[in-house]
């Protein structure tokens, strides 16, 4: 029994610690941010995302940055089918016919906006050849979904011969290309110049940008996702965001949201995927707030890697503009773009 009280208090008292540090972080505050250059990015589970993202809110989302993630609806709301998504099953990649199918299907309901909307869609995509995790036939299944769904070739990239492993690549930070392993942060060259991949997608999607900024002027700022999203979704108590100097002062500034990996958020990583990816260096000198939210490994609901919902723990309307995460994340974008 008395083992048994000093558990409940215990978790009493870690609840309230968690409790605390959500009520320690500032609500997100409203800036002038520009709802018509709203865009996304991710890695792995978090390139899922992005693609939902993308597809569900294609109206005011103007391009997409896919590192290692597979298309729309891979999963169909099953678990079982998440190695064929990822392409762990040889020979058996997915179908993008049927996610197409799929998704009009969820337009027509009006459950997803209408997919004629990406025929002005911006799209990177990117699979490293070193890739234990998501293969490359399920990566090349997210481009043709992407064709199908109405992409103009002309407005898709995609990179797939670059000797990189399950990663983000950044300039300078984190491991060997080819590794596979945590953080899955690489850094790799392409005829002897470092590849900077946040560069890479940013300027697929926004058209050329001003070079990096060399030392940052902005702030990255925690914020409560309680505001924005229950225990229930997975995601985590706080969130980030980087804010140039000049979004903070009232300038027009698009809005740009880049989802992190399994096994990635900051409670296993800390700031590597928030600080150290390369993407707050081109916002600083292109005026983009950077917004990084966050979701943690959890029992209930069970999610043990820290994933993004691409096949339904939150339930079967996870890659609808009604799942809880997809809203949580439209929620947080619609503040950033509200006027101060």
């Known amino acids: 029994m008395k083992s048994l009280r000093s558990f409940a208090i215990g978790t009493l008292a870690a609840a309230f610690t968690l409790t605390q540090a959500a009520l320690a972080a500032d609500a997100l505050s409203p800036y002038h941010g520009d709802p018509s250059e709203v865009s996304v990015?991710?890695?792995?589970?978090?390139?899922?995302?992005?693609?939902?993202?993308?597809?569900?809110?294609?109206?005011?989302?103007m391009g997409a940055g896919v590192v290692a993630g597979g298309p729309y609806y891979c999963a169909a709301g099953n678990l079982l089918n998440t190695?064929?998504?990822?392409?762990?099953?040889?020979?058996v990649p997915p179908n993008p016919s049927l996610m197409v199918t799929a998704a009009a299907g969820f337009a027509t309901l009006n459950q997803i906006d209408s997919l004629s909307n990406l025929q002005k869609a911006r799209i990177y995509v990117f699979s490293g050849t070193k890739d234990t995790v998501v293969h490359q036939q399920a990566v090349d299944a997210t481009v043709s979904f992407f064709e199908q769904a109405g992409v103009p070739k002309?407005?898709?990239?995609?990179?797939?011969?670059?000797?990189?492993?399950?990663?983000?690549?950044?300039?300078?930070?984190g491991n060997v290309c080819a590794d596979n392993a945590p953080p899955y942060i690489n850094h790799c060259s392409i005829d002897?110049?470092?590849?900077?991949?946040?560069?890479?997608?940013?300027?697929?999607?926004?058209?050329?940008?001003?070079?990096?900024?060399?030392?940052?002027?902005?702030?990255?700022?925690q914020f409560n996702q309680r505001e924005f999203a229950s225990a229930a979704t997975g995601m985590a108590d706080t969130g980030f965001v980087y804010v140039p100097k000049a979004c903070a002062e009232g300038a027009d500034c698009k809005v740009h949201v880049a989802f992190h990996g399994c096994k990635q958020s900051a409670a296993v990583v800390g700031n590597d995927f928030y600080a150290n990816t390369g993407y707050n260096y081109w916002a600083d000198s292109n005026n983009i707030i950077v917004l990084y939210p966050q979701v943690n490994a959890s029992t209930v609901p069970f999610n043990p890697d820290g994933c993004w919902d691409w096949f339904g723990y939150t339930g079967q309307d996870y890659a609808l503009k009604s799942g809880s995460q997809l809203t949580a994340i439209h929620a947080m974008v619609s503040r950033l773009v509200e006027k101060q």
């Open 41 to 61: 990015s991710g890695l792995s589970s978090g390139a899922f995302m992005a693609v939902q993202y993308q597809v569900a809110y294609s109206g005011s989302v």
């Open 83 to 91: 190695t064929i998504c990822m392409g762990q099953v040889p020979f």
């Open 154 to 173: 002309s407005n898709l990239q995609y990179v797939n011969d670059v000797p990189a492993g399950h990663a983000f690549i950044a300039p300078t930070f």
């Open 192 to 221: 002897k110049k470092k590849y900077d991949q946040a560069g890479a997608l940013l300027q697929q999607i926004y058209g050329k940008l001003n070079p990096p900024a060399h030392t940052l002027g902005g702030q990255i700022l």
